[in-house]
Protein backbone atom coordinates (compact mmCIF):
# COMPACT_ATOMS: atom_id res chain seq x y z
CA UNK A 1 0.00 0.00 0.00
CA UNK A 2 1.33 3.42 -0.99
CA UNK A 3 1.29 6.44 1.31
CA UNK A 4 -0.62 9.85 -0.08
CA UNK A 5 2.50 11.75 0.23
CA UNK A 6 4.44 9.23 -1.98
CA UNK A 7 1.47 10.28 -4.74
CA UNK A 8 2.27 13.83 -4.30
CA UNK A 9 5.83 13.58 -5.29
CA UNK A 10 5.51 11.88 -8.28
CA UNK A 11 4.49 13.46 -11.49
CA UNK A 12 0.84 13.23 -12.65
CA UNK A 13 1.92 11.49 -15.81
CA UNK A 14 3.32 8.59 -13.92
CA UNK A 15 0.15 8.55 -11.73
CA UNK A 16 -1.80 8.67 -14.61
CA UNK A 17 -0.10 5.94 -16.21
CA UNK A 18 -0.44 3.18 -12.88
CA UNK A 19 -4.21 3.58 -13.36
CA UNK A 20 -4.73 5.96 -10.28
CA UNK A 21 -6.15 8.59 -12.32
CA UNK A 22 -8.07 6.41 -14.62
CA UNK A 23 -9.61 9.04 -17.14
CA UNK A 24 -6.60 11.05 -17.45
CA UNK A 25 -4.37 9.98 -20.72
CA UNK A 26 -2.05 12.30 -20.72
CA UNK A 27 -1.09 15.73 -18.27
CA UNK A 28 -1.89 18.88 -19.28
CA UNK A 29 0.04 22.31 -18.47
CA UNK A 30 -1.40 25.44 -19.09
CA UNK A 31 1.11 27.34 -21.02
CA UNK A 32 -0.28 30.42 -21.85
CA UNK A 33 -1.54 31.66 -18.44
CA UNK A 34 -1.11 35.77 -17.46
CA UNK A 35 -0.67 37.18 -14.56
CA UNK A 36 -1.65 40.47 -12.67
CA UNK A 37 1.51 42.31 -14.02
CA UNK A 38 -0.11 41.79 -17.58
CA UNK A 39 -1.41 44.74 -17.87
CA UNK A 40 -5.16 45.29 -19.46
CA UNK A 41 -4.72 41.49 -19.90
CA UNK A 42 -4.43 39.19 -17.07
CA UNK A 43 -6.20 39.39 -13.46
CA UNK A 44 -4.50 36.30 -11.55
CA UNK A 45 -2.55 37.05 -8.39
CA UNK A 46 0.34 34.37 -8.57
CA UNK A 47 -0.18 32.48 -5.27
CA UNK A 48 -3.73 32.68 -6.00
CA UNK A 49 -2.95 31.08 -9.44
CA UNK A 50 -0.19 28.64 -7.67
CA UNK A 51 -2.65 27.65 -4.97
CA UNK A 52 -4.78 26.42 -7.80
CA UNK A 53 -3.03 24.71 -9.76
CA UNK A 54 -1.71 22.98 -6.66
CA UNK A 55 -5.49 21.96 -6.17
CA UNK A 56 -5.99 20.70 -9.66
CA UNK A 57 -3.04 18.71 -9.32
CA UNK A 58 -1.10 20.03 -11.90
CA UNK A 59 2.82 19.98 -11.56
CA UNK A 60 3.86 22.86 -14.01
CA UNK A 61 2.71 25.86 -15.09
CA UNK A 62 3.66 28.58 -17.44
CA UNK A 63 3.58 32.87 -16.95
CA UNK A 64 3.45 34.53 -20.56
CA UNK A 65 2.93 37.90 -19.36
CA UNK A 66 2.78 40.69 -22.27
CA UNK A 67 5.62 43.07 -22.77
CA UNK A 68 6.98 42.49 -19.81
CA UNK A 69 8.82 39.88 -16.66
CA UNK A 70 7.63 41.88 -13.88
CA UNK A 71 6.63 38.66 -12.17
CA UNK A 72 8.73 36.47 -13.15
CA UNK A 73 10.63 36.40 -10.12
CA UNK A 74 7.59 36.26 -7.76
CA UNK A 75 6.87 33.86 -9.96
CA UNK A 76 9.38 31.38 -9.78
CA UNK A 77 10.45 31.86 -6.19
CA UNK A 78 6.42 30.96 -4.89
CA UNK A 79 6.12 28.21 -7.88
CA UNK A 80 9.01 26.33 -6.54
CA UNK A 81 8.84 27.04 -2.75
CA UNK A 82 5.05 24.82 -3.57
CA UNK A 83 7.05 22.36 -5.74
CA UNK A 84 4.93 23.74 -8.96
CA UNK A 85 7.64 23.65 -12.09
CA UNK A 86 7.85 27.05 -13.22
CA UNK A 87 7.91 28.15 -16.86
CA UNK A 88 8.48 31.20 -17.50
CA UNK A 89 7.60 33.02 -21.29
CA UNK A 90 6.73 36.47 -22.93
Known amino acids: MTDERDDEHQPLHDRAKYGRFPRV ?6 LHTHSEYSLLDGAN ?6 DRVRALGMDSL ?7 LHGAWSFYAE ?3 RKIRPILGF
Open 25 to 30: TMPFVH
Open 45 to 50: RIPDLL
Open 62 to 68: AITDHGN
Open 79 to 81: AKA
